[in-house]
């Protein structure tokens, strides 16, 4: 970032980090083994719609890289938008290691095709407390927060998840600033 840019209020964006993601593979033992929590089959990597005149040419290489990743795995991807018109690819796979590799292979091709700036998020579900768990990975910081929804609205459970952060920063990349902790409510996984 330059002077200009400090001058006129313009901030560079961070390139995506994917390569973080893998931490949840093995914090994987630790959540269901500890703390009782199952991963699901499905995940999600999380991006912001793109400009018209991205528009056109992004559609296509989305489908040709959904379609490569399905083939380069057993994962089933689906793509879908949300209310706030975000995009999801929905990726579902019964072996979570494979889920982790589809998602990160998914996010790999996002940047390398030059939508880095996009990615948003990948969410993991995580079952068996008394709501679901989602550990959601921030490509810009490279890091992990738990997000748990109570199901009553848009309400969550934030000592459920401080506690979480307590149990799991040892083994994952846990983001320690509070106020980036984004709720991705009404979540498709």
């Known amino acids: 970032m330059g002077l200009t840019d400090v001058l006129f209020g313009r901030k560079k964006l961070k390139k ?4 973080k993601l893998f931490a949840i593979t093995t914090a994987r033992i630790t959540l269901e083994t500890e703390l009782g929590l199952k ?3 499905d995940a999600a990597v ?9 528009f056109v040419r992004a559609e296509n290489e989305l489908q040709e890289l959904l379609e490569a990743a399905a083939q380069d795995s057993h994962s089933k991807i689906e793509r879908r938008g949300d209310a706030f018109g975000f995009e999801w690819l929905i990726i579902r796979d019964n072996d979570f290691e494979e889920l982790v590799a589809t998602v990160h292979l998914v996010a790999s091709e996002l940047v390398a095709r030059g939508f880095g700036e996009q990615l948003l998020a990948a969410a993991f ?9 989602y550990w959601i990975y921030g490509f ?8 748990i929804p109570t ?3 848009k309400e969550r459970d934030n000592a459920e998840e401080l506690e979480l ?5 040892k083994e994952l990349p846990v983001e320690q600033d509070l106020t980036r902790w984004l709720a991705l ?3 498709p996984i």
């Open 16 to 19: 995506a980090t994917e390569e």
């Open 125 to 133: 579900r995580f079952n068996g407390g008394k709501h679901p768990v």
């Open 185 to 187: 409510f009404d979540a």
């Open 39 to 41: 991963p699901s089959v």
């Open 140 to 147: 810009k910081r490279g890091a992990f927060w738990p997000f």
């Open 151 to 153: 199901g009553e609205g």
């Open 165 to 169: 952060k307590a149990k799991m920063e």
């Open 46 to 54: 999380i991006f912001k719609p793109l400009s018209a005149s991205e």
